[in-house]
């Protein structure tokens, strides 16, 4: 009885460890953030700075490429294309800790929004699967 | 009653017979160095007695090793370095395993026990104030001088038993926290309210801590850098105890506080240090406390087969 429930606990742990992130977080941000506009978009150096602080927190479980490793979300992903600033900032501060993700709240405020100005700055998965499809297509 | 510092109790020899406690634990930090994971930038507020709501990252293996020195009134100096291994399970547990010992001069070295902790974040998402529940069990003998927090009556008295007498002395105890931390604008506050009852007997012992700090760049810079301010965070923290459940309060208590200051190296190890003071004829003059900490990044990935990676 002792051993099953220790089984079950283990495998709840497991289950909530391996669950890939669904996005459901997304539903959560308050309209207030949602609204929330990156001072750094658009700016070269902080992007710079942004991909330096991505490969040093974020890309052990999200790849150097931002494609996501072991069943991590790709964060060139469609969702996150469409996701806004204030959304990305609001998961970058409170994390989805049931699903995997922590919080970087105690990364200071102007390095998070670097980070997002980093992850505007890659190519979204869709851009790059249009243009294989176009090289495809004009391929004899 | 105090012991008088004792130069002649013991001939030097019986020092050096033991293998030093900060040579072995130096080594298996040594090897898990060795393991070619880079480590992460790390992003804990740079306190050694006081926790904050960070947790260690999902798949992260924190390998610290602390080191503490002093030379108390009284008594013999002394050196206790402790080895710890920081994991985080959950995004929302971490835990956590100390093994600890001590060199005192004119005394000998010895292994002085471990502690288990686990720490728990409570609530999903941040608030001004965000909560963390702490349980830990600890399996310490008398002659630990690790001050990793002071509860109780700890005072200066502790620092001055020979090595002998206070292994002799085994504690199984519990203890709790509350720990209540904040983050804005580039600041982290934190405040710890503790609690411990030794199962062997004795009352319910409290104690506090509490620190404030910050990075000393809020803005990265776009290029890599070694001496940038944003790898520099410092700050302060204070704590001491507050009696027992019989007498609760700061009679017969010890207390310090001191400045601290964290150095992250690039894809390096972090490095921590502290001279803390203490406040009152209860508590040792000076603490020095160093840190030096590296994060093996998504550790259980080493475990993962090659083709899922």
């Keep these: 009885m002792k051993k099953n429930s220790i089984s079950?606990?283990?495998?709840?742990?497991?289950?909530?460890?391996?669950?890939?992130?669904?996005?459901?977080?997304?539903?959560?941000?308050?309209?207030?953030?949602?609204?929330?506009?990156?001072?750094?978009?658009?700016?070269?150096?902080?992007?710079?700075?942004?991909?330096?602080?991505?490969?040093?927190?974020?890309?052990?479980?999200?790849?150097?490429?931002?494609?996501?490793?072991?069943?991590?979300?790709?964060?060139?992903?469609?969702?996150?294309?469409h996701a806004t600033d204030g959304e990305l900032a609001w998961i970058l501060r409170n994390g989805n800790t049931w699903k995997g993700m922590p919080s970087w709240s105690s990364l200071p405020e102007p390095e998070r929004w670097q980070i997002i100005a980093y992850l505007r700055s890659l190519p979204p998965d869709s851009a790059t699967a249009t243009t294989a499809t176009r090289q495809g297509d004009e391929r004899p | 009653m105090i012991p008088e510092r004792d130069s002649m109790a013991r001939p030097v020899h019986s020092v050096t017979r033991r293998v030093p406690l900060s040579a072995l634990f130096t080594l298996i930090l040594s090897v898990v160095c060795l393991l070619h994971t880079p480590a992460v930038r790390a992003q804990e507020p740079p306190y050694f007695v006081t926790y904050s709501q960070v947790l260690e990252e999902p798949g992260n293996l924190e390998v610290a090793i602390k080191g503490l020195t002093a030379s108390p009134k009284d008594a013999n100096a002394f050196f206790s370095p402790t080895l710890e291994l920081e994991y985080g399970a959950t995004a929302w547990w971490t835990t956590e395993i100390y093994l600890q010992g001590q060199a005192t001069q004119n005394d000998s070295t010895i292994f002085t026990g471990f502690r288990w902790e686990n720490r728990f974040r409570v609530l999903p998402i941040e608030h001004w104030i965000n909560p963390v529940l702490y349980v830990e069990y600890e399996d310490v003998n008398g002659a630990d001088k690790s001050i990793l927090e002071v509860t109780g009556h700890d005072s200066i008295s502790d620092l001055q038993t020979k090595n002998a007498e206070g292994r002799a002395d085994i504690d199984h105890t519990i203890e709790?926290?509350?720990?209540?931390?904040?983050?804005?604008?580039?600041?982290?506050?934190?405040?710890?309210?503790?609690?411990?009852?030794?199962?062997?007997?004795?009352?319910?012992?409290?104690?506090?801590?509490?620190g404030a700090s910050r990075p000393l760049a809020l803005v990265a810079s776009g290029r890599s850098c070694l001496f940038c301010r944003q790898n520099f965070s410092a700050g302060a923290e204070l704590y001491g105890g507050l009696a027992t459940v019989h007498d609760f309060g700061l009679r017969d208590t010890s207390h310090y506080a001191g400045p601290t200051l964290n150095f992250n190296l690039p894809h390096g190890p972090t490095l921590g240090f502290s001279p803390q003071f203490g406040l009152n004829d209860n508590s040792a003059g000076v603490l020095w406390r160093v840190k030096v900490s590296y994060e093996v990044q998504q550790f259980r990935d080493l475990f993962r087969g090659k083709e899922s990676r």
């Design chain 1, 8 to 81: 079950v606990f283990i495998l709840l742990i497991a289950s909530a460890l391996l669950m890939a992130s669904d996005g459901s977080w997304l539903r959560r941000v308050p309209e207030g953030d949602r609204k929330r506009t990156n001072p750094y978009a658009g700016q070269a150096e902080a992007a710079a700075a942004g991909k330096i602080l991505f490969m040093d927190n974020c890309a052990k479980c999200h790849g150097d490429d931002a494609r996501g490793r072991h069943n991590r979300p790709s964060l060139r992903s469609e969702r996150i294309e």
């Design chain 2, 176 to 210: 709790g926290k509350i720990i209540l931390s904040s983050n804005a604008k580039g600041w982290n506050f934190s405040e710890n309210y503790i609690a411990e009852k030794n199962m062997m007997g004795g009352a319910w012992e409290f104690g506090y801590a509490v």
